[in-house]
Nanobody, 122 residues
């Protein structure tokens, strides 16, 4: 699976962005998907994940109630709607895919996109 993340940018605190991750190469609908992020000088952290059929989602506590993960299997794309953004959400966001079930652990994902930078100004 090849993944291409997009949609990052600069936004003021309280604003919103929608990240997209387009998949190609394999049957997208067979894969569980996840979003992770890495801020400067920090380790990569889990953000959200969604099961292959979209019926199950999991969120990090830090984004619960503000971010929404979704997918469109017909378009081979999944999304991260980010609302009420905070400066601490600033990071490079990565999308990931695997068939092993949704996971908060990045080691559970075999395929990774290149990342898209989100910068939230105060």
């Amino acid at each position: 699976v090849q993944l291409q993340a997009s949609g990052g940018g600069l936004v003021q605190a309280g604003g919103f962005l929608r990240l997209s991750c387009a998949a190609s190469g394999r049957t997208f609908s067979n894969y569980d998907m996840g979003w992770f992020r890495q801020a400067p000088g920090q380790e990569r952290e889990f953000v959200a994940s969604i099961s292959w059929g979209g019926g199950r989602t999991v969120y990090a506590d830090s984004v619960k109630g503000r971010f929404i993960i979704s997918r469109d299997n017909a378009e081979n794309t999944f999304y991260l709607q980010m609302n009420s953004l905070k400066p601490e959400d600033t990071a490079v966001y990565y999308c990931a895919a695997d068939r092993g079930g949704i996971s908060r652990d990045g080691r559970g994902y075999k395929y990774w996109g290149q990342g898209t930078l989100v910068t939230v100004s105060s």
